[in-house]
């Protein structure tokens, strides 16, 4: 009897590269889907780059738009802007995002309604093991950022935080945890501040 039927030897069903992405699944340098990633991250690059020489805000939004495959006419964004994935990233209404932001998405980026987010803030969702044999390999954790919080300049969010409503990130503040609604965390690592009065 020949072991050669393809059914019993076929492959084992693997999910898409982007979808385990956002589970947290490790991904390892020889993963089979692995060049999808550079794929995709060169697809958004060329239309960044017409992102970045335009001074026309309808295109602006247009293309943005088109990065991450979800309207966002709504919001008010000042390029540069740097974008490795757009389709993990959805932007609420009324959202300001000023000049020379990175936004790492694999991970997944949600920004609710009203949210401010200052020149050169980064958000990176995407991280390496620490263990030395997989550190090439890549793990990411979502970002949620809730509404009318306000992200001051320079500040960079990391895999895996949660900007609570109306809270403020101080400028140059280095976020690695939680930060609670209502409250103004600043530093490095960003810590508690003072609680904002409604």
Not at 97 to 119: M, Q, R, S, W, Y
Not at 166 to 175: D, E, F, K, P, S
Request: proline share 6%.
């Amino acid at each position: 009897m020949s072991d050669s039927n393809p059914v019993f030897n076929a492959a084992p069903f693997q999910k898409d590269i982007f979808e385990r992405l956002l589970t947290s699944e490790t991904i390892l340098p020889n993963d089979s889907q692995i060049t999808r990633l550079r794929e995709e991250a060169f697809a958004v690059k060329a239309l960044l780059t017409q992102i970045n020489n335009s001074s026309n805000p309808e295109e602006i939004t247009q293309i943005l738009s088109r990065i991450l495959n979800k309207d966002v006419r709504d919001a008010v964004v000042f390029t540069p802007i740097y974008i490795n994935y757009g389709k993990h990233i959805t932007i609420g209404k009324n959202v300001f995002i000023n000049f020379d932001c990175t936004f790492l998405a694999l991970g997944g980026i949600k920004i609710e309604d009203d949210v401010l987010i200052g020149p050169k803030v980064s958000l990176i969702t995407e991280n390496h093991p620490l263990n030395p044999l997989e550190r090439k390999g890549l793990i990411c954790k979502p970002i949620l950022i809730k509404k009318n919080a306000w992200i001051g300049a320079n500040a960079t969010i990391l895999p895996g935080v949660t900007i609570g409503e109306n809270a403020v990130v101080a400028a140059g503040a280095v976020v690695s945890k939680d930060v609670p609604d209502n409250t103004i965390f600043g530093g490095i690592p960003a810590k508690f501040i003072k609680n904002i009065q409604l």
